[in-house]
């Protein structure tokens, strides 16, 4: 950490700053320039986290030079990515992945129905909500325990691994039961009870990007979860909320080469709350894999003009097959490989 | 709600429109202009949020006339302002009231002398946090049951009533055992398990708007308490996430009083996280109760420069006094009277 | 456009609303819902655009119907895109092309050097800007008349054409005479001053999305060269303004997609200042290909690290040379080619 | 500045980045940590700003120290605030001034009858746009000379001095000629090439802040004029572009302290853009000098429901007046006075 000293500091300032560092363990070098006194701290920065620097006498600005995440960093890993294991496939590794499904889980016809067809068209990952977060108490949020029951039992009958979102720490064991990978929503963040959970349990984590975190924000979500000893996170931008109102998010691109070269996890891309509009999502999903995602969550519902959440932003069956077809050269220019299984639906 | 056609919707798919409309319990009106065709739904528009309208073929675009939130909305309630009595006070009366303390409880011995200091300075309610909400896994995180039981000690000593922030749906009741009033942080506005927990306790909530949360989030987020049963609760404009990198956060000062024009809740202010800089809690308070703010929420500690959180933006017992002073002919200016002891600290 | 009024509003007021609307040329439609009374106006939208229909009493909103651009909708041209000829090649065919070049013209060897090392790496543009914006007047602001000398030389010596930046309608007509494409930089996009002048010149414009243009901003903008008579824009994406800092800009990649569906103008990227990073430059413009731009406007430099402006995001030859490789297989993937010499550098 | 080294910077490298340092003519200062080299600038960092540093090898991160802005810093001046005289009122003095008058000049008659009511209800200074900046190309874009005549004649049989915006560098000087003080707008902040124009001229200038930008950004386009020779500048904040949709834009209350303890210039608020409805102007005027504001800029109009632009947001002369009346107290609140004419409108 780099301590900028006001214009007027005094001497008695100054040696009070040193002092405060100097007690939490860390060296400090003073310079004198012609216009401006710094004081370089050197040694664990982290130990300053706790001293409100700018409420020190004399002190004008701090500028912090470490990372404050490390189990996310990349320095990390020695691996280029961390690989997460989900069913018989890995985020992170030569594949780009695809989960696919509704919003909601509407029954269990509909889930069986759709798993068999995502799965035909290369998704390896069902998705489908079972408790939803929705902004309005009006509106439909889920079949909550029978949704779980029905993403079981579709899981047992398809061979298909499911992903499902956690709402509130009280499910968070339950659902872990049920699900092979736990969903962490962009209104759950930074709920740091629900990630502390998540983080004790043994389920991958799809970690989603908050509307208004920032990256640093969204590695030190990840960092609650891996500090508490799980390790296996999956990041995903999925649009953030800026002045741009002609589409429902402003997804942001560049996060995905930058979260792939500040960290070792898998980063993946969600094209349909990026764009909220079905004819957005692929060419979203096409250039998130362009950048280098790890994969992609894509809505798909069988009838999505009667769908009871998202219906505007998700694809018909036709529509996925057709995107995922388009989509394997695109991953394929970018060096990785696109499930396609030989008889698709 | 009103539906505009494309171009080229046929006859067809205008009945189909029209159909799923009316199957809703709404009338339609089909207007035929030059250019587009309109169809208007007449009666409760609440019966079509489930229906994804865009995704209907023929559909161009969806404009809501109602509000979405009906409980919250300022139509809902004769009063001007619904009253959210609190001890010996209420927000949303004559009174513009300040709660004030450090960010998080340290220790009994600092609680009793705050609670002093800002009662004398004319704070009617005690903030301080037991648990906190941190962006980074190793910061500190508050005393937990230990800054609970402190705060009921305080309480008790000092007759002032306590708010403090509530993270998880499993604290909430115990939270409430202890303290006047419960907070809900700024990350966890749209965290609706916890929403609807404190919607089943009577103890009245300040609710504070989330960074990236536009106003009709904000009422949404007070309707899912509201319509759990719990009525009173106080809005809290505390800033938001935007370019500007100059303040922590960008208070939104329109947002007062475009509140106080559509709901009947109260309204208060953060200036301390909108500032974030100890320097700018004054005017950006002054600005607050000058646009209408029925209080404030003030960052207070005994010694800013040892503080565990937020000691940048945290006052002084003098610096609060001071504020206190020249704050009164600001609410008088509005129209507010401002509670000031007789013997000030 | 449709006006839905006030609750409370009178008869009075109804028939004053509908006087104005009528008295603009349009016929009104009124509907009378068992909660709001709804007034759909039949006509020629833009005829309303004078009246302030907010401040009119009795109107509680007004909903807009009708896009505010003519010229640029897609509905204005039976080709799915228009092409802009620069020199041999044309933006928006079948050719995804690729301006290239520094930030700022330093000297007629360097613009030389560079003009061949991109042609030769594929691309059909030189770019480079002789009067350059600077956010500080401390900075280098180009060698302004001494750089359109430079770059008519180059452009004579080595055939490729050239596009740089006007800042100033003074300067339009003489900028005009010495490259084949004119740039509107992102801080004059609503210099409309400016977009007047270039739509009376018969010069190819590329007009950069403001830091802070909805989508529809830019639109009109490119909309206030047309109806000067000027048909030739090409629109580029470059990153808008959000609270996102960990890049330059936050590059809006759903606006490629989006802007394809809306107008039939070409659409561009450029990857430089969306990132501002050179490790960025690759994946944004494999990215912003695969979404469907038309093309690229890339920074190149002979030296980075010794540029006069944008050293941090300009690539150099190899690096340049490099990215067009691997972009081919991203251009074809979407269909589209890409210009690569025989001998490339 | 402060330049951080990657951790596997080189001996070769670091040498490399101190001669490029020192060939500016600064001093360097290398500390070696456990995990970072930090070399340390010493002298005047304004010699740097030409590097691209981030592009030379083994640099990570850059921290500049100083501002980018000097005659536009507080440090420049030794007064409080600088004066702008305007007429027989100076900005930035005891007195908060208002600027009031629509935001078009639509004919002689209703600018007499609006400077002669504004006057009447306190403000000190009559505003009108003879040139409109538009976002469509299809409004109403101002009188242009006939429009400047119109002030002319109003400043001279009122004795009220004038403000009116220009547009086009070409403008500057005849527009000069005919008012008091020249209004840089909100799309022109960052219009290099009109700053320079106005900088030459010797007349107040009102510079807006651009919708997107820092305050930063603010003071460096204050700066461009400043440079030029003309130090009459008054800074004005009118609100920001942010995901806020519920008001035109994001009033930025806290730049207005932010910006008081920055800068010497006068720095006053624009609540008509700021909020865009009228019943918002009067608390968001209140707040602004309630926070330290040293003027305002408001509109007002005969007939708001006739104006040919911005309607929504103008008040009638009663409003005005009303407003006005409420004011003063806000302003004595904050140490300030407000001009209030015996016999007022």
């Known amino acids: 950490m780099i301590i900028v000293a006001r214009k007027d500091v005094t001497a008695d300032q100054l040696d009070h700053i040193r002092e405060r560092v100097e007690a939490a363990g860390l060296r400090t070098h003073v310079s004198r320039g012609e216009t401006r006194t710094i ?21 004008r600005s701090v500028h912090p030079i470490m990372r404050p995440y490390k189990l996310a960093a990349r320095d990390f890993s020695a691996d280029r990515t961390t690989k997460v294991q989900v069913g018989d496939h890995a985020f992170g590794g030569a594949a780009c992945l695809v989960a696919a499904g509704p919003c909601s889980v509407e029954s269990q016809e509909m889930m069986l129905q759709t798993g ?10 069902l998705r489908g909500g079972a408790f939803k977060p929705r902004t309005s108490p009006y509106s439909f949020d889920g079949l909550k325990d029978e949704g779980l029951r029905i993403l079981s039992k579709v899981r047992s009958e398809t061979g298909l691994p499911v992903v499902t979102e956690v709402l509130d720490p009280r499910h968070a064991e339950r659902v872990a039961g049920h699900v092979d990978m736990l969903q962490i929503g962009t209104r759950n963040m930074q709920n740091f009870a629900l990630l502390k959970e998540v983080g004790q349990l043994q389920r991958p984590v799809l970690l989603k990007r908050g509307m208004a975190a920032s990256l640093k924000d969204l ?57 909220g509009r079905r004819d957005l999502v692929a060419p979203i999903s096409f250039a998130a894999v362009a950048a280098g995602a790890d994969g992609l969550v894509v809505e798909v519902h069988p009838d999505p003009e009667t769908a009871l959440s998202d219906g505007e932003q998700s694809l018909t069956f036709a529509e996925f097959n057709g995107m995922m077809s388009d989509l394997k050269a695109f991953a394929e220019a970018a060096g990785r490989t696109l499930h396609r299984p030989q008889a698709g639906a």
């Open 39 to 59: 004081i370089g701290c050197i040694g664990d920065e982290a130990r300053l986290a706790h001293i409100p620097m700018l409420s020190i006498p004399g002190v």
């Open 116 to 125: 068999r067809a995502v799965a035909g068209a290369g998704a390896t990952l």
């Open 219 to 275: 590695l030190l979500a990840a960092e609650y979860v891996m500090s508490r000893g799980n390790m296996q996170v999956v990041l995903c931008e999925r649009g953030i909320r800026t002045f741009g109102a002609e589409t429902r998010n402003t997804f942001d691109l560049a996060a995905i080469p930058w979260l792939k070269l500040e960290t070792h996890l898998p980063v993946v891309a969600d094209p349909s709350h990026a764009g």
